[in-house]
């Protein structure tokens, strides 16, 4: 799938509600209607109920976006109001047709359930990545089709790195995307999982999860001065002499040190008698 094939964008597709558009749905089948396999949900919990009465009283009033196939339709834009309507015992729901690609099926479902917030975190991210792998878009082209900063896309994807078992209590909203952020900065999976595990049994908020996971973080190891060039040819010189390693500190003003290594009793009596010759 090239890339141009996924330009379109969702005002391409289904374009702001008029009178031609909704003139040019027809009545389709429900159950001809095949589900977008392209969907990026993958948890279906939310409570129809309200859609259905409305559908029953005064029926779909926007169509939904199909394309077809030789055995019928493949939904590519309104997952809610098809269920709903089917719900509400609809036999035929109003659907526009459009002719459209495997990417842009992707696309235009993630970007129907990004700007209705119908998406978990998780769910979100693996769209994100979905939209990379399959069809080769960068972070900045994802960003662009969804109408998301490149930041916010990035953070996404980080989420995917997480353990299983914090994954879980992301889609099960035991902790926010805020909180999976804040594990990130942990060094390794058993630390995030244990700490995971913590913020759900005391409830953490979001900011006291980033200041535990603060001081959980390994801090950077100081970096070590360059050392004096003339030092370390001395070490060097010392070693070479004495047959064993010499080291030199000089800590700026306080008293310098050299240290030097043995090994046994008699490898001492042997630096001795080269440093102090009888």
Known sequence: MSRKALGKGIRAIIPEQTQEQLSAAMPVPIDEVRPNP?????????????????????GVLQPVV???????????MGERRLRAAKLAGLERIPAVVRPVEDGEMLELALVE??????????????????????????QEEIAARVG????????????????????????????????????LQLATRREQVETCERIVREGLSVRAAE??????????????PERDPHIVELEE??????????????????????????????????IVRIIRPE
Do not use: M, W
């Open 211 to 224: 200041k535990l996971c603060g001081e959980r973080r390994p801090k950077p190891a100081r970096p070590q």
């Open 38 to 58: 392209y969907q990026p949900r993958q948890a279906v919990e939310e409570d129809l109920s309200e859609l259905v009465s409305s559908i029953k009283e005064k």
């Open 66 to 76: 199909v394309r077809r196939r030789r055995d019928g339709y493949e939904l590519v």
């Open 237 to 270: 010189s010392l070693q070479e002499r004495l047959g064993t390693k010499v080291h030199i500190s000089t800590p700026g003003r306080a008293p310098g040190r050299i240290s030097i290594e043995f090994f046994s009793d008699e490898d001492l009596e042997r």
């Open 148 to 183: 998301r900063d490149r930041s916010t896309v990035a953070n996404a994807l980080r989420l995917l790195t997480l353990p299983r078992a914090v994954r879980e209590a992301l889609v099960s909203r035991q902790i926010t995307a805020g909180h999976a952020r804040a594990l």
């Open 113 to 138: 359930n990004v700007q209705r917030s119908n998406l978990n975190p998780i769910e979100e991210a693996a769209a994100y990545k979905r939209l990379a792998d399959e069809f080769g878009l960068s």
